[in-house]
């Protein structure tokens, strides 16, 4: 592998995390709103920070949003896993000395919550949340950040995710980008430069 840097997405590609954001997401506007939607009119949600997200869906008190949100996802915690196979893939991939990193939507108080409790977070070198950089995916903003936190060049870096967003900010970087397939999200639309059906697969790209 020509890579040094394997940089992940979380939600979606290392995490098993659709269901909790999205139910949560509808009791937040049902609670704020009065309004019921349909959960697949929500999918647009997946992969942007939260605070977008409530934007563009007419929410006004966007701190009392992101903080039900929050509340309710915790409240789902229990919908919540690793994918199949993630564990090992980390271990073996920084048995192999690769630096590891996460380029997330989620803001810091959100990668702690929702990512920390599953015990991998040390495997990683370097983390990028929303608050590291000026601009979310899919601008190229959190992987320049990523770039100029760990001095490294493109051409040493891919990033694996699962959603255009993630596809665009790796494009705009001038980064390879791997495309995480296990999550089942619909990715018609994405021209990836590898595609990866499970997660042991990027052991042997």
């Known amino acids: ?6 940089v992940f997405d979380i939600d979606g590609t290392l995490l098993d995390s659709e269901q909790a954001d999205l139910l949560a997401l509808k009791r937040v506007i049902l609670e704020l709103q009065g309004r019921e939607y349909e959960i697949n009119k929500l999918r647009f949600a997946l992969g942007i920070p939260s605070e977008v997200a409530l934007t563009q869906l007419g929410i006004n008190d966007i701190s009392k949003g992101c903080q039900l949100w929050n509340s309710y996802m915790k409240e789902l915690a229990d919908t919540m896993s690793l994918f199949s196979g993630i564990r090992e893939l980390i271990i073996e991939l920084k048995t192999r000395r690769f630096q590891l990193g996460i380029i997330t939507s989620k803001n810091r108080n959100e990668y702690r919550s929702d990512f920390i409790p599953f015990g991998i977070d040390s495997f990683f070198d370097t983390v990028i949340t929303i608050e590291d950089c000026l601009l979310p995916k ?68």
């Open 1 to 6: 592998m020509k890579y040094k840097h394997i």
């Open 138 to 205: 899919p601008s190229a903003e959190p992987m320049l950040s990523y770039l100029k936190k760990t001095e490294s060049i493109p051409q040493e870096v891919i990033y694996i995710g699962d959603t255009s967003y993630d596809w665009e900010c790796a494009n705009n970087s001038g980064v390879d980008f791997g495309l995480a397939m296990w999550g089942g999200y619909s990715t018609k639309r994405i021209n990836a430069l590898y595609s990866f059906k499970t997660p042991e697969e990027i052991l042997f790209f």
